[in-house]
């Protein structure tokens, strides 16, 4: 009851709160597309099977633990990853799953032996800031949880991005091309930046802001919501993760993706059916965090952590299979496929495309 009231008191306050994307809600396409996604068909009829294969994006915030206790982002744990990250490692090799681990730069030093070990699972290494900081301006999610540090200015923003970026490949080695705001929290400053800093591929917004779907695609820096037949201005791809897509006139938490959902199928047949309609692939990218695999983990929104979140997990992946086939990718190569054969800039589509952007997509370097 008391976490009921605690999420009423969240979801009102998001009606009067400050928020990254909030100028995308005066935006009359944003108004359509939710418009869009309420009607939608529901999608197939149970047992039918979708045209194409899936793909399935696993993606895993690899972060200290939040700071829920201590109340500080500089007192910050690393049970989830000793405990919580083999757990979810193992779970992916039983399933022949490889995915994108999103990263934070200070663990090059305070876990690089786990990081390492990510990568030799044939995972790709993303970034996930260095310190879990704000790449949006200053924004509180909510009490639980203290404000994290603000970056301020592109300059900035790229200088610590570039930093976390320079860990990470001096420790592995490999190119880390992928990024994901902490909290999903990032502006149109932030993201000029991450593509200044040397990033080809962000996954910081949620796909309902475009009608659920999770399809890669070139967007504006200056409006998250423009799909315009324009050459972009930067090259940074934009893959979103796939979250409840019912419609919701605020987002006040980000952390709702379709894997917390209690009817699973029924969420991915409306992306199905979103992305049928457009004429793309259905794609899920998930997200989860290595505190999520740690038993008994303390957390104020009440979840149930370690072997029930492990079963929660899987059951999913089951759930995903029943329709059809799925295709695991992760989120560097699913960007290089959708670059090299749909991009209307780089797919031979138009004159002039960017050779120079697809051989740095196209090197598959999940592995050392």
């Known amino acids: 009851m008391r ?3 605690r999420g009423v008191r969240r979801s009102l306050r998001a009606l009067t709160t400050w ?9 009359p396409r944003w108004w359509q597309q939710l418009l869009h996604a309420a009607i939608i068909n529901p999608g197939p009829p149970d047992g039918s099977s979708p045209e194409e294969a899936i793909v399935l994006v696993v993606t895993c915030d690899l972060e200290l633990d939040p700071p829920w206790e201590e109340r500080s982002w500089d007192h910050r744990s690393l049970r989830g990853i000793e405990e919580g990250l083999p757990r979810l490692l193992d779970l992916l090799d039983a399933r022949e799953i490889r995915g994108t681990f999103f990263t934070e730069g200070i663990l090059a030093r305070l876990a690089p032996d786990f990081v390492r070990e990510v990568l030799r699972r044939g995972h790709e290494i993303g970034c996930h800031g260095l310190a879990h900081e704000s790449y949006g301006g200053p924004y509180r999610i909510d009490e639980t949880i203290p404000q994290p540090p603000t970056l301020h200015g592109r300059s900035e923003k790229e200088i610590t991005a570039r930093r976390a970026k320079d860990l990470l490949e001096d420790l592995t080695g ?3 091309r992928s990024f994901r705001a902490p909290f999903l929290h990032i502006d149109s400053t932030g993201s000029a930046a991450v593509a200044d800093a040397g990033f080809l591929v962000d996954s910081s917004l949620q796909n309902r802001l475009f009608g659920c779907l999770s399809a890669p695609s070139h967007l504006d820096p200056g409006n998250v919501l423009s799909r315009s037949s324009d050459r972009p201005t930067h090259p940074l791809i934009v893959i979103p993760m796939s979250v409840d897509p019912k419609p919701r006139f605020r987002s006040h938490h ?11 199928w029924a969420s991915l047949k409306r992306i199905i059916s979103a992305s049928t309609r457009v004429a793309v692939t259905p794609t899920l990218v998930l997200l989860v965090h290595p505190w999520e695999f740690v038993e008994g983990f303390p957390n104020p929104f009440g979840l149930q952590c370690g072997t029930p979140r492990k079963e929660k997990l ?21 960007a290089a496929q959708w670059e090299q054969s749909l991009c209307p800039w780089h797919a031979g589509l138009t004159p002039d495309p960017s050779p120079h952007l697809i051989s740095h997509l196209a090197d598959d370097d999940a592995s050392p």
């Not at 980000?254 to 699973?264: G, H, I, L, S």
């Not at 089951?318 to 059809?324: M, S, V």
């Open 314 to 334: 899987e059951r999913l992946l089951d759930c995903l299979e029943t329709p059809g086939p799925i295709r695991p990718l992760p989120m560097g190569t699913l």
């Open 19 to 27: 928020h990254p994307y909030g100028r995308a809600y005066a935006n």
């Open 3 to 5: 976490a009921r009231l």
């Open 254 to 264: 980000p952390y709702v993706p379709v894997d917390q959902t209690p009817r699973p």
């Open 174 to 176: 490999v190119q880390v």
